[in-house]
């Protein structure tokens, strides 16, 4: 029993991995996600009301919006007083100063005693004013008539700024208090000596006027009057602006608020989870149908539901934070990153499920849906090439391009003009560009950590002076030079039914480099008259014919070659005899079993596959043709590609016999210039 469990569950270990996977991803998006209801009505600003009348189904608060609550603590802080400190010791000091120093400017002897002390005790009063008013040494520009908060020990008085004499207006304080007595020929003296004495007695205190004004900002409140339930909001038809938008958007906050409660949590969660365990269902159906040999490898599932995860956590992250950056976390990086290690079509399907996934969380969710899908469309459309550093940055631009006037047209479309256009949301798309670029070595960080090869990777591995290829042409030339021509004729073949050309070039290139073990047991790095071969057995030909592959293989991995470029090692003879050697057995042995001359496959299973197999076998016959003809080349083609298709070898292949067609059609074309051949015309 236990051993029958054992066995089922390692059968099924796949399986197993991927609902693990599914369930832990479906988690953690949940998770990520911010804790808050979904209001069940979905309205824009300037749009029309395409509900039945909507009456309020509880009593609430009109919130604020925030460009209100800037505003009030905007008209707090622009007329909130400064407070000034006044310090009654520096009067004292003065006047005892001003008397020791009258002498000084006043001798005895310049003036009769009476008028000398008039003008003494008229000092005496004047600095008394202008203490009792206050002198002040203010950077602080204010208006005649504005408000200042006088503190005097701890006592606050509200005075006009204009009662306080400013040391710059004291020389004309001077001459209007001693015109008024009849002193002003004294001015002089006098501003010698006060000025020579004078000191400030009020002073701005900035820390009290900062705590104060923090603690009136923090009165002000984020609602401004209540709805009373059943009152009506809005009405069918009716624009959504003004009062109603306020309403409205009072009323779906409150609704969040009281969904997310304790009672409904469980029940939200529940829901959250339903919605995105749907979305991961669609893409992993889409997979084992459209894609199964994506489906079929836990490593490229793993990698897929990775990067969806990583794009709903940076954007939660941004939504947490402040929602009004959302458009700076690089969306696209997602199909751009997918396309550019399998295809456009599952970029695009795992980048709209991605964003219908986050349309649950972030604001205006319909603006957003419809910018980051038609954002990804045009990076599916226009980001090919990789390999090509310039085709990124033009793509770049792009897609900043349509974000930037999708985003025009629904500001225009919401406010009827561009007057109060957000222009640092242009910088937000900018910066999400700049983010996109990130993409490039985003894959080359990805190809190491999930062992996945990209187009750029591919170009590196057709460097024929890498150090694998430099030693094929050296121990094995003639193999070295076959495999050039299977090169060109595959990728021309792979361009003409649209599959992957690089790919095909790259598995052309490695698919003989087995050969280096024994390479004067293969015919096309025989220079002299004498075939190894002859002092051998079929089967031990065969053998070594066979093990090539095999050798390849342990030669590929022993170099780090990817294995999309070692599957190509593996099938490029599939399951096909070794037919020489086997008709050479027949006629040494009387039973000969053909599973002892047959490649050990697999057979191809992929376009790309398929297609060097084809270019691989034509390229190697078509060096026994001794009297090549446009007629002998197309019947030759023909006939070595059908037997491998009644031989089955392209069954796993998602290959069409359209296809194949199309990929003999090539074949015949390249041969024919290899070997300068044309048409012969009838006479």
């Known amino acids: 029993m236990m051993k029958r469990f054992l066995d089922h569950l390692y059968k099924n270990q796949s399986l197993i991995y991927k609902s693990i996977l599914f369930v832990l991803t479906t988690i953690l998006i949940v998770y990520f996600f911010p804790k808050g209801g979904k209001f069940k009505y979905d309205f824009q600003k300037g749009k029309l009301w395409q509900y039945e009348t909507l009456y309020a189904p509880f009593d609430f608060a009109i919130y604020k919006t925030e460009e209100e609550i800037a505003a009030d603590k905007?008209?707090?802080?622009?007329?909130?007083?400064?407070?000034?400190?006044?310090?009654?010791?520096?009067?004292?000091?003065?006047?005892?100063?001003?008397?020791s120093r009258f002498n000084t400017f006043f001798p005895e002897d310049s003036l009769r005693d009476r008028v000398r002390e008039r003008i003494r005790e008229t000092g005496r009063e004047m600095l008394s004013e202008i203490y009792e008013r206050g002198v002040v040494q203010s950077e602080t520009e204010h208006e005649e008539d504005e408000v200042i908060n006088?503190?005097?020990?701890?006592?606050?008085?509200?005075?006009?700024?204009?009662?306080?004499?400013?040391?710059?207006?004291?020389?004309?304080?001077?001459?209007?208090?001693?015109?008024?007595?009849?002193?002003?020929?004294?001015?002089?003296?006098?501003?010698?000596?006060?000025?020579?004495?004078?000191?400030?007695?009020v002073f701005l205190d900035d820390e009290l006027t900062q705590k104060t004004l923090e603690q009136e900002l923090s009165k002000v409140t984020a609602t401004r009057g209540s709805v009373d339930k059943g009152k009506r909001i809005i009405a069918k038809g009716e624009v959504v602006e003004g009062e109603?938008?306020?309403?409205?958007?009072?009323?779906?906050?409150?609704?969040?608020?009281?969904?997310?409660?304790?009672s409904n949590y469980n029940w939200l969660v529940l829901g959250y989870v339903m919605l995105v365990a749907l979305a991961l269902i669609m893409l992993l159906l889409f997979l084992k149908k459209y894609r199964a040999e994506i489906y079929d490898n836990n490593n490229k599932v793993t990698f897929i539901f990775f990067n969806i995860l990583v794009m709903i956590f940076l954007t939660t992250a941004v939504v947490k934070i402040n929602p009004d950056y959302v458009y700076v976390v690089p969306l696209c990086t997602l199909p751009l990153i997918l396309k550019a290690f399998f295809d456009p079509r599952l970029g695009l399907f795992a980048h709209v499920l991605t964003v219908l996934l986050l349309?649950?969380?972030?604001?205006?969710?319909?603006?957003?849906?419809?910018?980051?899908?038609?954002?990804?469309?045009?990076?599916?459309?226009?980001?090919?090439?990789?390999?090509?550093?310039?085709?990124?940055?033009?793509?770049?631009?792009?897609?900043?391009l349509v974000y930037i006037l999708a985003y025009f047209a629904f500001f225009v479309i919401h406010e009827g003009s561009v007057e109060d256009i957000k222009w640092m949301t242009f910088t937000l798309f900018i910066l999400n560009g700049l983010a996109t670029l990130a993409a490039f070595p985003l894959i080359y960080?990805?190809?190491?950590?999930?062992?996945?090869?990209?187009?750029?990777?591919?170009?590196?591995?057709?460097?024929?002076?890498?150090?694998?290829?430099?030693?094929l042409s050296d121990k094995a030339p003639g193999t070295f030079h076959h495999s050039l021509q299977v090169a060109n004729l595959a990728e021309a073949a792979a361009n003409e039914i649209g599959a992957n050309s690089m790919l095909v070039r790259v598995g052309a290139l490695y698919h003989d480099v087995g050969k280096m073990k024994n390479p004067m047991y293969f015919t096309e790095n025989?220079?002299?008259?004498?075939?190894?071969?002859?002092?051998?057995?079929?089967?031990?030909?065969?053998s070594i014919i066979i093990n090539h592959v095999l050798d390849g293989i342990e030669l590929a991995k022993k170099n780090n070659l990817p294995d999309r470029v070692i599957d190509f090692i593996?099938?490029?003879?599939?399951t096909t005899l070794v037919y020489y050697f086997y008709k050479k057995a027949e006629t040494e042995e009387q039973e000969v079993d053909p599973d002892d001359y047959r490649y050990p496959g697999p057979i191809p299973f992929s376009k790309e596959t398929a297609i060097l197999m084809m270019a691989d076998s034509v390229e190697a016959?078509?060096?026994?043709?001794?009297?090549?003809?446009?007629?002998?080349?197309?019947?030759?083609?023909?006939?070595?590609?059908?037997?491998?298709?009644?031989?089955?070898?392209?069954?796993?292949?998602?290959?069409?016999?359209?296809?194949?067609?199309?990929v003999k059609k090539v074949l015949k074309q390249k041969l024919t210039n290899i070997y300068n051949l044309r048409v012969e015309y009838p006479e």
């Open 150 to 201: 006088l503190v005097t020990g701890n006592e606050e008085e509200a005075i006009l700024y204009s009662r306080l004499i400013a040391l710059g207006e004291l020389q004309g304080f001077i001459n209007q208090y001693l015109e008024e007595r009849q002193l002003n020929e004294y001015a002089e003296t006098f501003y010698a000596l006060i000025f020579d004495i004078i000191r400030p007695n």
């Open 359 to 400: 349309g649950f969380i972030v604001p205006n969710s319909f603006e957003y849906v419809f910018l980051q899908i038609v954002a990804g469309i045009v990076t599916i459309q226009t980001i090919s090439e990789l390999h090509k550093r310039a085709n990124l940055f033009i793509s770049v631009g792009q897609i900043t």
């Open 621 to 662: 016959a078509s060096k026994s043709l001794k009297n090549p003809t446009v007629k002998v080349i197309e019947s030759f083609v023909e006939k070595i590609v059908s037997k491998q298709v009644e031989e089955e070898q392209f069954l796993n292949a998602d290959i069409t016999f359209k296809e194949i067609q199309q």
């Open 570 to 574: 593996r099938t490029h003879h599939g």
């Open 526 to 542: 025989q220079i002299t008259s004498v075939n190894p071969h002859n002092e051998l057995s079929a089967s031990e030909s065969a």
């Open 445 to 471: 960080i990805y190809e190491k950590l999930f062992a996945l090869v990209s187009d750029v990777s591919l170009l590196e591995l057709t460097d024929t002076n890498s150090k694998l290829l430099k030693e």
């Open 74 to 99: 905007d008209a707090i802080a622009n007329n909130h007083p400064d407070y000034y400190q006044y310090d009654a010791s520096i009067e004292p000091v003065v006047l005892e100063e001003y008397q």
């Open 244 to 262: 109603k938008y306020s309403m409205l958007y009072s009323l779906r906050r409150e609704y969040q608020s009281k969904l997310w409660n304790e």
